[in-house]
């Protein structure tokens, strides 16, 4: 196994066979990749696996807990 995705499977990803379109469509996707010399762009399989596996961090913004209903349930608010 490569540790690049193939073309065909960066087909399959992007939806399109185009290098310029599936450069579009990855920065948009928030992928990370390199252009090689051909124009192509090369995705390291193990970012891709990371990505489509959920395993890269989210960017969620942190908020506390809501303690207001708990606080009326104990009779302190």
Do not use: C
């Not at 960066?10 to 450069?23: A, S």
């Amino acid at each position: 196994m490569s540790l690049f995705l193939n073309a065909q499977e960066l087909h399959e990803l992007t939806g399109y066979k185009k290098p310029g379109r599936q450069i579009v469509w990855l920065r948009s996707q928030g992928f990370t990749f390199r252009i090689s010399a051909d124009g192509h762009p090369r995705v390291d399989r193990s970012h891709y696996l990371k990505l489509m596996g959920g395993m890269v961090e989210s960017q969620h913004i942190k908020t506390e807990p809501d303690f207001r209903g708990l606080l009326k349930v104990v009779g302190v608010a």
